[in-house]
């Protein structure tokens, strides 16, 4: 067994007070990751708590323990340990350790390359395509059964992650893994309806804006658009309803850089970035304090939101100049 993840495994038997968290903007991954690791803990007789800044995706709603993510605090804030699953940099936690009135331990559990180590104990591993796929293996070591839900949730990670298994994330490790789960009880067709052909109509009609909107630089190599809160009002959606919207941008033949740059409150505006091949946007979102992946990473970058726009696509069309 590896020693990082006996380490995790020993902290969990040994303890029984524990809160999940994840990064702000929840995505498929950072949901599944917390609830099989809550209800696996729960099947030990843990006690154990998700708290998260940011609220879950209408299109991840139709998993049975969502409501379980919550944003308001526990009635308990003293924690044995501290789960902080998907996130690369703890400063995207958001305010959730503030509000904590003690724990022993954080336990770091990541596959992001940016992960700066930030934990008491930490697994850090970017060979793995999910954190989903991490959790797993946890779940394996400390012998709990894997029911259909918690088989469930991990294959959402898995599945959203690496883009439906087409993303250079995308490894033999986690085929097996998927394999088990569904020899668990998963049901792969009703998961990829559920999060890929179903689409609420106003969803698709800001969807249409961001497409209407999107433009390409003078070479082609640079694709992007915006989600202003002018969008959002006329829809009456709100930013958690742009995921993946990225990557519709990303299939346009040519380009190299996709980015959505998402207006947020309180002069924020949230970035997110998919490249193709050599160009690593893990890079340029760590210069605006994000990260992530090589091919698709984000960041939240304060100002407003034309200049924020002007900024980021320079330091890109420099980056892109280098490859």
């Not at 959203?160 to 569904?182: E, M, P, Q, W, Y």
Request: proline share 2%.
């Amino acid at each position: 067994m590896n020693e990082k993840v006996k380490d995790i495994v020993n902290f969990i038997k040994s303890h029984k007070r524990f809160l999940i968290t994840s990064h702000i903007n929840l995505d498929g991954d950072s949901i599944g990751a917390q609830l099989s690791l809550r209800k696996a803990l729960l099947k030990l007789g843990k006690r154990v708590e998700i708290w998260d800044e940011s609220p879950v995706p209408e299109i991840y709603r139709f998993l049975p323990d969502w409501k379980f993510i919550r944003q308001t605090p526990p009635e308990e804030l003293e924690f044995d340990g501290i789960f902080i699953l998907d996130c690369g940099d703890i400063e995207r936690v958001g305010n959730i350790l503030k509000n904590v009135k003690s724990y022993k331990a954080l336990i770091n559990i990541d596959h992001h390359m940016s992960n700066q180590s930030f934990g008491d104990l930490n697994w850090v591993d970017i060979g793995m395509s999910s954190t989903s796929e991490m959790i797993f293996y946890i779940v394996e070591e400390l012998n709990i059964e894997i029911d259909p839900e918690i088989a469930t949730y991990i294959y959402v990670g898995i599945l959203t992650d690496t883009g439906s298994f087409r993303f250079a994330n995308t490894t033999s490790s986690c085929f097996l893994v998927a394999s088990k789960l569904i020899s668990y009880g998963v049901k792969p067709k009703e998961i990829a309806e559920a999060i890929f052909y179903k689409i609420s109509f106003k969803r698709l009609k800001l969807l249409g804006l961001v497409l209407a909107n999107s433009k390409l630089t003078e070479d082609g190599i640079i694709i992007y658009s915006d989600v202003t809160k002018k969008m959002l009002d006329e829809t009456k959606t709100d930013i958690s309803d742009t995921e993946d919207f990225v990557n519709f941008l990303k299939f346009v033949e040519g380009a190299k850089v996709a980015v959505l740059f998402k207006e947020a409150e309180n002069n924020l505006v949230r970035v997110s970035l998919r490249s193709k091949g050599d160009i690593n946007v893990s890079q340029i979102a760590k210069i605006f304090g994000g990260g992530g992946h090589f091919n698709a990473a984000g960041c939240t970058v304060s100002g407003e939101f034309n200049e924020v726009k002007r900024r980021v696509l320079e330091v890109i069309k420099n980056n892109v100049k280098k490859t």
